[in-house]
């Protein structure tokens, strides 16, 4: 316990929690965005894709025991990450006011070596926050995004997960938010996997066009495809 209480204090350890919380985050939004790739093989499937999800790690675990631990695991990363994030940001200003620096000449360095999305990492993070916080609310509970009795829970083992999503997503407001909310994650996640390369010493000037592509590949491959859902619904490609 002294060991984890002293690694959150310290700068490396907050960088770590950060990178960690950062990779599961990242990890978990691949896997997610695979699995709803099976909307496109329609109803039945998609729909046993979600049952599915209710019996993950049986018979060691319960049903919905392995999908719970895997949503407090996602939430406290989320603080995590957040927290670390907030911490080091208020370190290095306290450390830049200890040092003599004021604020208008800490900006104008910050504003030289940043580039755009660095300056979005703040509003997105916020963004990103409310639309997972949504995200639950319109498809693990049911009560938002949806209009009267257009929700259909878990009935004797039944699920409706397919139609849930596709009404929805019909909802252009719930569409555009979470296109929205992608693009945002987007900035987001290339600043950070670009970032994560610099703290890990990787983005020396020869290999920069490099690792400035896979930060873009990374992204382009969590944000794409979860841009094309709510458009593929909006378009027709998907429907009931």
């Not at 927290?83 to 940001?89: K, V």
């Not at 209009?147 to 009935?155: F, R, S, V």
């Amino acid at each position: 316990m002294t060991g984890v209480l002293t690694l959150s204090r310290s700068s490396i350890g907050k960088k770590v929690i950060m990178a960690v919380t950062g990779v599961f985050l990242v990890t978990f939004l691949v896997i997610h965005m695979y699995g709803n790739t099976k909307m496109f093989y329609g109803p039945k499937v998609f729909n046993e894709y979600a049952a599915g999800l209710r019996d993950l790690g049986h018979p060691v675990f319960g049903r919905e025991h392995l999908l719970w631990i895997m949503r407090v695991l996602l939430v406290t990363s989320v603080v995590g990450h957040i927290w670390s994030a907030t911490a080091l940001t208020a370190q290095s200003q306290k450390s830049s006011y200890a040092h003599g620096v004021s604020k208008m000449k800490r900006y104008a360095k910050k504003e030289r070596r940043t580039g755009y999305a660095a300056y979005t990492m703040r509003f997105g993070g916020i963004v990103i926050f409310l639309f997972i916080v949504f995200h639950l609310l319109n498809f693990t509970f049911g009560v938002a995004g949806y209009g009267a009795n257009e929700y259909i829970g878990e009935h004797n083992g039944v699920y409706n997960a397919y139609n849930n999503v596709v009404i929805s997503f019909l909802h252009w407001p719930v569409s555009l938010f979470y296109i929205l909310a992608m693009f945002a994650l987007g900035l987001h996640l290339f600043h950070g996997v670009w970032s994560a390369f610099q703290t890990l010493g990787l983005n020396n000037q020869k290999y920069t066009v490099t690792w400035r592509g896979v930060a873009m590949l990374v992204t382009a491959l969590v944000i794409l495809p979860n841009i094309f859902f709510p458009i593929a619904v909006l378009s027709g490609i998907v429907h009931l």
